[in-house]
């Protein structure tokens, strides 16, 4: 059984820096396609970033691009979401997405992901 736990969000101040982890069990973090993405009340779920199964290439939205890292701790079978320069517009719940391989193309879609965390809120005040 496949488990993804996410923890790290909390309240910031705009500016700050936050890092967020996602704990799996079930599945390998070294071998899963594996992705973030976030949803404030009212709006569909949004892609935040994607790393692939193998090779560790990476995508982001333009609107993270630069500000935000997405990694794999193969050690501790984690992934990780580092994000610098927050501004209160990336106020949402945050959720960690797993699958066994995603094609590029359809890396930003919800759907291609079989796994989900619970998710962790991530609110940043102005």
């Known amino acids: 059984q496949v488990q993804l736990v996410e923890s790290g969000g909390r309240m910031v101040q705009a500016g700050d820096s936050l890092s967020l982890s996602c704990a799996a069990s079930?599945?390998?973090?070294?071998?899963?396609?594996m992705a973030w993405f976030r949803q404030v009340p009212g709006k569909e779920r949004e892609f935040v970033a994607h790393?692939?199964?193998?090779?560790?290439?990476?995508y982001y939205s333009d609107s993270v691009k630069g500000r935000f890292t997405i990694s794999k701790d193969n050690t501790e079978n984690t992934l990780i979401l580092q994000m610098i320069s927050l501004n209160p517009e990336v106020t949402a719940v945050y959720y960690c997405?797993?699958?066994?391989?995603?094609?590029?193309?359809?890396?930003?879609?919800?759907?291609?992901?079989?796994?989900w965390g619970q998710g962790t809120q991530v609110t940043v005040s102005k």
């Open positions: 997405a797993a699958n066994e391989y995603v094609i590029v193309s359809a890396v930003p879609a919800a759907r291609s992901y079989k796994y």
């Open positions: 079930g599945l390998t973090v070294r071998r899963s396609a």
């Open positions: 790393i692939r199964a193998t090779g560790g290439h990476t």
